[in-house]
Nanobody, 121 residues
Framework: QVQLAESGGGLVQAGGSLRLACVASGSIFSINTMAWYRQAPGKQRDLVAGITSGGITNYADSVKGRFTISRDTAKNTVYLQMNSLIPEDTAVYYC???????????????WGQGTQVTVSS
């Protein structure tokens, strides 16, 4: 089994900051990509930011310059530092990991349960 433990969500005023963390544990052997997605009610689940095992990052246009994704490879942990938050950032944020379990040749896709981020005006 692979488990993703998320933390850091909550309620914050516009202009404030939050830091999300996601730790992958269990029978994980290697991780290719770690990412954060978000989904508002009635909306699509969209990629917010991703980071590869080589440290290559990408961001949604709506968060560029405000959010920073980082990782601690040794701890199988990904972070999302969210600054200058605006009400449009309000959503459930989901951790996603593409990785291989012990003995697997192909990567599998794993999801966290989601954590609520609410930004008030």
């Amino acid at each position: 089994q692979v488990q993703l433990a998320e933390s850091g969500g909550g309620l914050v005023q516009a202009g404030g900051s939050l830091r999300l963390a996601c730790v992958a544990s269990g029978s994980i052997f290697s991780i290719n990509t770690m990412a954060w997605y978000r989904q508002a009610p009635g909306k699509q689940r969209d990629l917010v930011a991703g980071i590869t095992s080589g440290g290559i990052t990408n961001y949604a246009d709506s968060v560029k310059g405000r959010f920073t994704i980082s990782r601690d490879t040794a701890k199988n942990t990904v972070y999302l530092q969210m600054n200058s938050l605006i009400p449009e950032d309000t959503a459930v944020y989901y951790c996603n990991v593409k990785g291989r379990r012990w003995g697997d040749l192909l990567s599998d896709n794993y999801w966290g349960q989601g954590t609520q981020v609410t930004v008030s005006s």
